[in-house]
């Protein structure tokens, strides 16, 4: 038996920067399915297409090969499963389209659709007669038992997977020389050329009413440190890595194991940033200076809101404020350099309360800072209090949940001028950690697109 597994093309705001990173997901599965001596193959349209872009309308790009070109993939593999991760709400008509391609090119390939999206929604996904199967949550075991045994239910799903158990991600599936080509990795500012992603843990036993994470991974569950360090110690044997994008939804929440990982990372020489948000609740002195050691070189705080009656009662963050300055002024005294995301917007949010939120990224002296406007993306709770109908055309830089002070178009501008401002600031709020933050990543970054071109 043959399998497919597709990362489509991407639909997004056309002001959001194109990454470009590996889909970890994916691979996983790919490595399972081998272990098992299935034939794999993975099939990333993002990475072969990025240059490949078409305006969607005056708010959107799609970026990823053609569809032609991936119908020509498909047909020349000839695979029997067509597996198919759709993570975002925003991207589900691009996932079900390539089920859509892959029944043109032969109507007895079986599709399969997994991820964050397919498990908020798997009913509706299967409304669309291209769509054979869905996978809810972890895809791993669900996948190797739907090319094993072929059950009859079409929503399949598994308790969660032992991560002892977990081969390394299957990255030779992956175009990887491509990555680091294109080098749009999660981490914005990202110093180095070769940065690859790693996860040193599954899920989040927090429930923020904005975030997906429990629907895909569960509860927090941490990888064998020693697994995580055999796998760092093969990324820099075997692709040359210089630094690692730390893509847990909590790489923080257990001390132990965290201080475990980063004891094992000293002296490694390679350099590492949380990308995806860090929680503060988990840092303090003697670990900020072991992160530094270790390699350190920026830490992204998730704070989400300055307003406590927001963070605790609306969403749900165990945060406590007081504790993020001393904290940043701390990683600035060692060297690590830090960002932070807000999420604004919320329609129990006044527009002083909003306000506010910039004011604390200020009196913080954070380096940098994201400001996002909140989204009910489908199987968050924000979702269930906030249900939108067309969930293909959210995302964080417009307004999906109404605001009863400020109009749509009001709200829109104040956020982006909160992230212009701020982070332009830096210039003149310390000259030096701007050219160090963004000056050399700027000439890399340009010199490698130019040499693409």
């Known amino acids: 038996m043959k399998i497919l597994l597709i990362n489509p093309p991407l639909t997004h705001n056309r002001k959001s920067q194109k990454r470009c990173v590996e889909p970890m997901g994916l691979a996983s599965i790919a490595a399972v399915l081998e272990n098992n001596g299935f034939q794999v193959k993975i099939l990333d349209c993002m990475a072969e297409g990025y240059d490949i872009e078409e305006l969607v309308d005056e708010r959107r790009r799609r970026f990823g090969l053609s569809e032609g070109e991936i119908r020509r993939r498909i047909e020349e593999y000839e695979p029997d499963v067509v597996g198919v991760s759709c993570l975002m709400s925003m991207n589900s008509h691009n996932a079900h389209r390539m089920c859509q391609i892959a029944k043109e090119v032969n ?58 158990n977990l081969p390394r991600p299957a990255r030779h599936l992956l175009p990887m020389e491509k990555y680091f080509e294109i080098n749009m990795p999660a981490s914005t500012y990202a110093p180095s050329d070769r940065v690859i992603q790693i996860e040193t843990s599954r899920g989040c036993s927090f429930g923020c009413c904005f975030c997906t994470v429990k629907n895909l991974w569960g509860k927090w569950r941490g990888r064998p440190p020693a697994h995580v360090l055999d796998e760092v110690r093969f990324l820099i044997d075997e692709y040359r890595v210089e630094e690692l994008d730390i893509i847990d939804s909590n790489f923080t929440f257990n001390r132990e194991h965290m201080m475990k990982i980063l004891k094992g990372l000293v002296g490694m020489g390679v350099k590492w940033a949380t990308p995806g948000g860090t929680w503060v609740g988990g840092l303090d002195e003697e670990v900020l200076d072991l992160m530094r050691r270790s390699g ?55 527009l002083e309360d909003m306000k506010r939120n910039y004011e604390f990224a200020k009196e913080c002296g954070f380096s940098s800072a994201s400001f996002h406007i909140i989204t009910p993306f489908p199987g968050t709770d924000i979702y269930k209090k906030y249900p939108i109908a067309d969930y293909t055309v959210i995302e964080m830089k417009s307004v999906n949940i109404h605001h009863p002070e400020l109009s749509d178009a009001e709200l829109e501008e104040l956020v982006d001028g909160f992230n212009k401002r701020f982070n332009r600031s830096l210039l003149w709020r310390n000259p030096r950690r701007f050219l160090r933050k963004y000056g050399g990543n700027l000439l890399r970054r340009r010199k490698v697109h130019f040499g693409r071109q």
Do not use: W
């Open 107 to 164: 109507p007895k390939i079986e599709t399969v659709m997994g991820g964050s999206h397919v498990g908020a929604m798997p009913e509706e996904t299967l409304h669309d007669p291209n769509v054979d199967r869905v996978v809810i949550g972890e895809g791993e075991i669900s996948m190797l038992e739907i090319v094993s045994v072929r059950p009859k239910d079409k929503i399949v799903s598994s308790p969660p997977m032992n991560l002892e």
């Open 296 to 350: 350190c070189y920026q830490l992204s705080f998730a704070v989400e809101n300055a307003n406590p009656h927001i963070l605790h009662k609306v969403i749900h963050k165990p945060i406590k404020l007081e504790r993020v300055k001393p904290l940043v002024k701390y990683c600035h005294k060692i060297g690590i350099d830090t960002h932070a995301f807000f999420v604004t917007g919320f329609p129990e949010e006044s």
